[in-house]
């Protein structure tokens, strides 16, 4: 079956710190990989995505790689915000349906 | 391009009403979504239209539950005989056709059934 799984929050770190969140996918044949993120009494906003291994998606400072190899689709930040907290979802499309992790809730300290 | 927009954006019900949420999707795009998203969880998908034609149903979407997009425009869901576990935010997403099917959401639907 098709699946995300991401890694569990909450993450609270001080500004300027490196942010890594971890998600990893299941997929029969080959989905493509977004990054959407949830702020605070807002919808949820595409933030990146990916259509193919190798791919690399930014967007306002993060990236992510689609690696086939680890099924792996890991966001990435140089230098987080305070403004960049948020709950951050990994998702997978396939065919017509989506499937969503369950989301990491991120918090930026000043 | 005004976006995805629900309504209402809140619901209070009691346990066994019936309630019925709008969703009106970017204009030109064809694919519709519902999706139930509760605390601490991701979107769990419900249901797609494509233009008026629903393709595919979750088997979370019991018979309790309807969708409709009579024009290929804007949707409704439908949730007869409300649960206290029906209380979730309702959300709705819009696509274009190609790929990848990059969905827009709108600002969701949260219900409360008492």
């Known amino acids: 079956g098709n699946s995300v799984t991401q890694m569990e929050g909450p993450v609270t770190l001080s500004e300027e710190a490196f942010l890594t969140i971890n998600c990893t996918y299941t997929?029969?044949?080959?989905?493509?990989l977004f990054w959407y993120v949830q702020y605070p009494g807002e919808g949820l906003q595409l933030l990146l995505k990916?259509?193919?291994?190798?791919d690399k998606g930014s967007n306002k400072g993060f990236e992510a790689t689609y690696r086939k190899e680890t099924t792996s689709f890991h966001l990435e930040k140089g230098s987080v915000q305070v403004s960049d907290s948020a709950v951050y979802f990994c998702a997978l499309n396939r065919r017509n349906q989506f499937y969503f992790g369950t989301g990491t809730s991120l918090t930026v300290i000043p | 391009d005004t976006g995805v927009s629900q309504n209402p954006r809140h619901k209070i019900t009691k346990r066994g009403q019936n309630v019925t949420f709008r969703c009106d999707p970017i204009s030109e795009h064809n694919r519709l979504y519902w999706y139930r998203q509760t605390l601490g969880q991701g979107p769990e998908f419900l249901t797609y239209f494509q233009n008026e034609a629903q393709l595919e149903k979750s088997r979370l979407l019991s018979d309790r539950f309807s969708a409709e997009r009579p024009k290929g425009s804007f949707s409704t869901l439908e949730i007869q005989r409300t649960e206290q576990g029906d209380s979730a935010m309702y959300l709705c997403?819009?696509?274009?056709?190609?790929?990848?099917?990059?969905?827009?959401f709108g600002p969701g639907t949260r219900l409360l059934v008492l």
């Open positions: 997403a819009s696509s274009l056709d190609g790929s990848p099917r990059t969905q827009y």
């Open positions: 990916a259509t193919k291994a190798d």
């Open positions: 997929a029969t044949g080959y989905p493509s």
